[in-house]
């Protein structure tokens, strides 16, 4: 962790420009390396020190983003691109949707980064592409743990309707209930869609009470998908494994495995692109 000297923090931290804000903070550029994560009332100090203890636990890893040190009461981060949310959403607009080696990459990065705060005895609580940054070299890392979950302790925040089966209490977040969260993420990674984007809350929550989930079967990762929302899995250790399996196979092109002809299609289409 980086010495507090090494940046010299201005008086009045509000004239620092603005970057996000969420229910407990505001987050506010420092320079093009870091950011100060501040916040006002007792409730939401206190989730800052929760934060602060769960990034200290997690220490420095790829999936996570980095705490380079504290300022009285304050996080000093690192800096990086913007959530995945706004890359997802850029490409909606284009009428678009991630590439196949974004999807695979991406899809595995956020499995990898769950099995690893998991790991550490933590639930992050608030599964999201809005809590999932893209650093400077396109790589997503895990941020806002201010609402997040430490030895089973207590939670100040809970998960959306797209990422919490009704049947599961948000009051006790489990291991099963991000791997759910997991597979709305992968849905939405895989389309640059939200899980029934154009339905409300009381329609989606039906949806899942009755089993029911928008088709995957046509997605690179929809069984994928399917076994998160399932509870096809039991650990995201098994999701990341899973993913990485698939991202080989499509990297090979090994057309007798059961990827192929989602292979053959992709090759047909690049083929036809380079004619063109």
């Not at 636990?57 to 981060?77: D, M, Q, S, T």
């Not at 339905?199 to 998908?225: A, K, M, N, S």
Request: proline content about 4%; glycine content about 6%; some cysteine.
């Amino acid at each position: 962790m980086a010495s507090q000297s090494e940046i010299l923090l201005p008086r009045d931290l509000s004239s620092l420009p603005f970057i996000n804000a969420g229910v407990t903070s505001v987050v506010r550029a420092l320079d093009e390396h870091s950011v100060i994560k501040l916040t006002g009332d007792e409730d939401s100090l206190r989730a800052l020190e929760v934060e602060r203890r769960i990034l200290e636990r997690l220490g420095e890893h790829p999936r996570i983003v980095r705490l380079l040190y504290v300022h009285e009461k304050k996080l000093v981060l690192e800096r990086l691109l913007y959530p995945l949310l706004v890359r997802l959403l850029e490409l909606r607009d284009e009428e678009a949707a991630p590439s196949t080696e974004e999807i695979l990459k991406w899809s595995a990065q956020a499995a990898e980064g769950m099995e690893y705060f998991h790991g550490k005895n933590v639930l992050q609580i608030d599964i999201g592409s809005h809590n999932l940054l893209l650093d400077w070299d396109e790589n997503i890392k895990y941020c806002d743990f201010s609402g997040s979950c430490i030895d089973g302790g207590w939670t100040y925040a809970a998960p959306s309707t797209r990422a919490q089966h009704p049947s599961i209490s948000p009051k006790s977040p489990s291991v099963q209930s991000e791997i759910f969260a997991l597979g709305s993420v992968l849905y939405e990674i895989s389309t640059a869609r939200k899980v029934y984007e154009d339905l409300e809350e009381w329609e989606i929550e039906r949806h899942f009470t009755q089993g029911e989930y928008p088709e995957t079967q046509h997605l690179l990762l929809g069984h994928v998908i399917t076994k998160c929302w399932s509870g096809g899995y039991n650990n995201a250790g098994q999701v990341a494994a899973e993913i990485r399996a698939i991202q080989r196979r499509f990297k090979y092109g090994d057309l007798n495995l059961p990827l192929g002809h989602y292979m053959r299609k992709q090759k047909e289409s690049r083929r036809l692109r380079r004619v063109h």
